[in-house]
């Protein structure tokens, strides 16, 4: 079992940078599939990204691709969500989830089973 724990979030405006992080618990970090979702006023919550278990795959949602990057430290159990060139779409709620073991569906909430509580961000134009 993982616990996680983001942080990182806050009020930035349009075209800046912001760092999430999300802290794991537990002895065998490295074997799970990590990710991030967000969720705004309007949606559900939507996959943002997804990174393997080495950190060598990376999987992005199309809004995003070229503006935020995902990675990981297995050493720190530590996953990280770089936001650059934010937009005010981008307000949501960001949370990263975990699989133990591998995903097929890298995109699909129900494929991930630790949550965290989730960071509020907040882009203003």
């Known amino acids: 079992q993982v616990q996680l724990v983001e942080s990182g979030g806050g009020l930035v405006q349009a075209g800046d940078s912001l760092r999430l992080f999300c802290a794991a618990s537990?002895?065998?970090?490295?074997?799970?599939?990590l990710g991030w979702f967000r969720r705004t006023q309007e949606k559900e919550r939507e996959f943002v990204a997804a990174i393997g278990r080495s950190g060598g795959i990376t999987h992005y949602a199309d809004a995003v691709k070229g503006r935020l990057t995902i990675s990981r430290d297995n050493a720190k159990n530590t996953v990280y969500l770089q936001m650059n060139s934010l937009k005010p779409e981008d307000t949501a709620v960001y949370f990263c989830?975990?699989?133990?073991?591998?995903?097929?569906?890298?995109?699909?909430?129900?494929?991930?089973?630790?949550w965290g509580q989730g960071t509020q961000v907040t882009v203003s134009s």
């Open positions: 537990g002895r065998t970090f490295s074997s799970y599939q």
């Open positions: 989830a975990a699989k133990y073991g591998s995903v097929s569906r890298k995109t699909d909430e129900r494929e991930y089973d630790y």
